[in-house]
């Protein structure tokens, strides 16, 4: 299974655009790059996804290189309630199912 | 909808006990999931269940089984449990778009379970 790498913490301020990169550079052709945050005593929720292409929607934008073995989530204006774990993982193709999380980035958001 | 529901949310236990925690999903999910998380660290996938009738181990499996009872509910059972299995359980659902080949992950809220 193809993996990623993420810092393990970041730290922005409050208003300001953060960018988050993972390193995947295992992966394969047909593998989605997804991002998930994890609030603080929360599950993760689904944040943002892309295959070759920069994505956009109303959390965040993903850019994802052109050898796709990396990619950064963007945030444009950071808040207090996006401080998180955010996770980049890969969804295989097909419906195999095996959905591996590696360890995040932890983002601090400082007023 | 409620989407992911996981029962019991907290549990104590004492070694060598047995319990079973339970998950629903009224989304008409295909793929569901357990996964475990120890504090301060990630997630780690204990097993899954690509669609009824069907499941797989995943990264940590040992100490677990699980049942995809139907298409609705997907259990984890400790049969023999230990202090290492001390952690906070996320169970979570995932419908396939097999015209965008994606799909997204819903989490349930956790059940956070201590083994004395």
């Known amino acids: 299974d193809a993996k990623t790498t993420q810092p393990n913490s970041m730290e922005s301020n409050e208003e300001e655009p953060v960018h988050l990169p993972c390193n995947h550079s295992?992966?394969?052709?047909?593998?989605?790059i997804h991002w998930y945050r994890q609030l603080p005593s929360q599950g993760p929720e689904y944040v943002i996804h892309g295959l070759t292409s920069n994505v956009n929607n109303r959390m965040a934008s993903l850019a994802i290189a052109e050898d796709r073995k990396s990619s950064t989530l963007i945030l444009h204006r950071a808040t207090l309630r996006d401080a998180a774990v955010y996770y980049c993982?890969?969804?295989?193709?097909?419906?195999?199912?095996?959905?591996?999380f590696g360890q995040g980035t932890t983002l601090q958001v400082k007023p | 909808n409620a989407g992911v529901t996981q029962t019991p949310k907290f549990q104590v236990l004492k070694t060598g006990q047995s319990m079973t925690l339970q998950c629903a999903q009224d989304?008409?999910?295909?793929?569901m999931y357990w996964y475990r998380q120890d504090p301060g660290m990630g997630l780690r996938l204990i097993y899954y269940?690509?669609?009824?009738?069907?499941?797989d181990k995943g990264e940590v499996p040992n100490g677990y089984n699980v049942s995809r009872l139907n298409k609705r509910e997907f259990s984890l059972r400790l049969e023999s449990a230990a202090p290492s299995q001390t952690s906070v359980y996320f169970c979570?659902?995932?419908?396939?778009?097999?015209?965008?080949?994606?799909?997204?992950?819903?989490f349930g809220e956790g059940s956070r379970l201590t083994v004395l």
């Open positions: 989304m008409n999910h295909n793929s």
């Open positions: 993982i890969l969804h295989g193709s097909g419906n195999t199912g095996k959905l591996i």
């Open positions: 979570a659902s995932r419908a396939y778009d097999r015209l965008l080949n994606t799909g997204e992950l819903f």
């Open positions: 295992t992966i394969s052709g047909t593998d989605y």
């Open positions: 269940s690509a669609s009824e009738g069907t499941t």
